[in-house]
């Protein structure tokens, strides 16, 4: 039986789960979820004020996973973007000194001139080839520090449809 209860703006689920051989109630909250353990004989009321006394708790042990899985997915994030940028620069032939994935505000990625490759970590919300084409900009970059014909040259040998993928880039709206 699924259950809810009111924490703050918040809203707690939780499962109840009766069983004949339990003695004793317990609470379990995993990734998941959260679950109640109690005896058959426990009364909808004594479960109710079980989770309400510990509803604090509930929730902090909640707000740990969602941390754990937001940290997880940010290492994921980061090693992609860093694995397909080391990726494209050996296909291309440019060696970046270093890659670094972070969140930035106003921009896709960078390349400094010490050969720094700076990769947006927002761009996963985007599709593998305007991520490719990011990283091959950038990468350019790091041979032709503007935007000169030569540099589009450059950027159309390792991505030959980079205008439609600049297009595309300018309607995505993760900046």
Aim: with cysteine; charged share 30%.
């Amino acid at each position: 039986m699924i259950s809810k209860l009111r924490y703050g703006n918040s809203v707690i689920e939780y499962n109840v789960i009766k069983s004949k051989r339990r003695k004793t109630s317990e609470i379990r909250v995993d990734a998941n979820g959260v679950d109640i353990h109690v005896p058959i004989t426990k009364k909808d009321s004594e479960i109710q004020d079980i989770v309400d006394e510990k509803k604090g708790w509930i929730f902090k042990k909640q707000l740990e996973f969602a941390d754990r899985k937001r940290t997880n997915t940010k290492e994921k994030t980061v090693n992609y973007l860093e694995k397909r940028t080391w990726l494209l620069a050996s296909k291309i032939g440019l060696t970046p000194s270093k890659v670094v994935v972070k969140k930035l505000k106003s921009r896709w990625g960078s390349a400094g001139k010490t050969g720094t490759v700076t990769i947006n970590q927002k761009l996963t919300q985007a599709s593998p080839r305007l991520i490719d084409y990011i990283i091959i900009h950038e990468l350019c970059h790091l041979k032709i520090p503007n935007h000169s014909p030569r540099f589009w040259n450059l950027v159309a040998k390792f991505c030959p449809d980079y205008e439609k993928k600049r297009s595309d880039l300018d309607n995505l709206k993760i900046l």
